[in-house]
């Protein structure tokens, strides 16, 4: 009897167009192919997903290779008669051609520009701020199963509803979400999830069970190696909506952490530099890095310099 990898390699040959005479035997043999749509009928199988083809098209294709196998097996001016196993076989490939169809899912895909933000107010009335050339996509039926897929940077603001957990695919990594805000940062490689308020379960391939998340924590999910790393953060420094930070008491060394990390640089702290001191300040987004390293300077009595080209020092 044909397998579900059998079949599925088949209709992928048929859309390239290179189907053999074997292979147009085997889709119109009765009832093995009957039994097989039968079986995928009853499990609920999404297989036809991942051939990328409209459902309607895969069954389009399919009935006339069948009726052409068929067709060629009858002589000139004569019916075709199906035995019982052929009727079988048709009323498997309806159900399952009508299950097909029924199952195609149409999205909603958010952008946000590329040098601008975007905030998405959802079907559910959940909150999404994207970061530039970020995205977003969920079921135009979203009510119904709350999960959503977010490219780059997005900020949660979700609401809760009983029953109804809300879930954030990034990449191989799934959070999952009761009523809370959060930021997820997916890149090709990383991805990173801050819990600002409530609780969220991150899961990930390499993780047996999930790892709940309270306020002020950060996972960070290395995809190549599988490396899952939970700290404690100032969630604060993370919200990137307004385009302002404050910082009340910042030690010195967490604050050009910060910067190194917004702004991809190198700034080091000299060795004379008490790295504990504390700053309070604002720190705006659409500021210029040596217009904030300044602001630093100027606040704790600090100079710059430049070393081997790339790297700044503040002594």
């Known amino acids: 009897m044909m397998t579900l990898d059998e079949l599925k390699k088949i209709i992928g040959r048929m859309f390239a167009g290179n189907l053999s005479a074997d292979d147009r035997k085997s889709l119109a043999e009765e009832q093995p192919l009957a039994s097989l749509l039968e079986e995928q009928w009853h499990n609920g199988k999404e297989w036809h ?3 990328k083809v409209e459902p309607q098209d895969m069954w389009n294709s399919i009935v006339d290779e069948c ?3 068929k067709s060629r097996s009858v002589p ?3 019916k075709i008669f199906f035995t019982l196993a052929g009727w079988t076989a048709v009323a498997a490939v309806s159900l399952f051609a009508a299950w097909l169809i029924g199952t195609h899912v149409s999205y909603v895909t958010v952008e946000a520009p590329l040098e601008a933000k975007k905030m998405v107010l959802l079907p559910d009335s959940s909150k999404v701020w994207l970061n530039a050339a970020a995205s977003i996509r969920y079921r135009k039926d979203f009510v119904k199963d709350r999960k959503v897929e977010l490219g780059g940077e997005g900020f949660f603001d979700v609401r809760k509803m009983e029953g109804k957990p809300f879930i954030v695919h990034a990449g191989q990594a799934a959070i999952e979400v009761k009523g809370t805000e959060f930021n997820v940062m997916r890149m090709p490689e990383t991805t990173t999830v801050t819990l600002f308020t409530g609780a969220v379960e991150f899961s990930a391939p390499e993780l047996d069970s999930p790892v709940r998340m ?6 960070a999910y290395d995809i ?3 490396q899952i790393i939970l700290g404690k953060v100032d969630s604060a420094e993370y919200d990137w ?8 008491d910042k030690p010195l060394k967490d604050l050009i952490h910060f910067i190194n990390r917004n702004y991809k640089v190198n700034v080091t702290l000299g060795d004379e530099v008490n790295k504990e001191v504390l700053f309070t300040g604002t720190i705006r987004r659409e500021e210029g890095l040596m217009d904030v390293l300044d602001k630093i300077c100027i606040n704790m009595g600090l100079e710059i310099r ?10």
């Open 76 to 78: 000139a001016g004569k």
């Open 214 to 219: 309270k306020p002020n924590e950060q996972i």
């Open 241 to 248: 909506r307004t385009g302002k930070y404050k910082f009340v």
């Open 224 to 226: 190549r190696t599988g």
């Open 306 to 315: 430049h070393k081997d080209g790339e790297k700044i020092e503040l002594y």
């Open 67 to 69: 009726w052409k196998e």
């Open 49 to 51: 997903k991942e051939e």
